[in-house]
DNA sequence: ACAAAAAGTAAAACGAACTTTACATATAGT
DNA sequence: ACTATATGTAAAGTTCGTTTTACTTTTTGT
């Protein structure tokens, strides 16, 4: 899964400990989403969707053919 | 976290077994989902949407206010 | 009324999502 | 070069998503 994280922050000019407290999220699990180390439930990526106005598809990708 | 996987099964007269093999999940995870016991996880999710052709937001709605 | 199919439920087990604490490395400003 | 801020990483622990097995209840068809 992949996402658009990185560059949503940096057109905000947040850090990741800046995204983690507007989702309630610990510092570490937004640098573990971003690194691909493991995927967000789905009511945090609904929660990251609300905060950045966008649609979960459009910051979340999935990369399956099957 | 509601959502819509019962009218959808009905609108293509699936059973919760039929929506299960196609989401390559047990029919239990299928009921527990229906029935709000826990949220499906974020690629359990996409895969709903593909399968839809729906917007994840058109199946799983967040109830949240905050 | 009966039988078959569908849906609901529950317990045990496992892996994935997330936390806290802690430390290491990188980047930026002076 | 020094300091502060940002990012990366790791271990241990908790909760949640999912499976398997198995049983009960509801719905549907004859």
Wanted: charged share 35%; no cysteine; glycine share 2%.
């Amino acid at each position: 899964m992949k996402n658009r994280l990185k560059v949503l922050r940096a057109e905000r000019d947040w850090t990741q400990a800046d995204l983690a407290e507007r989702l309630d999220v610990s510092r570490q699990t937004i640098n573990a989403i971003e690194k691909g180390k493991f995927d967000p439930s789905l009511p945090l990526a609904f929660k990251a969707a609300r905060l950045f106005e966008l649609a979960i598809e459009d910051i979340f990708q999935d990369e399956e053919t099957t």
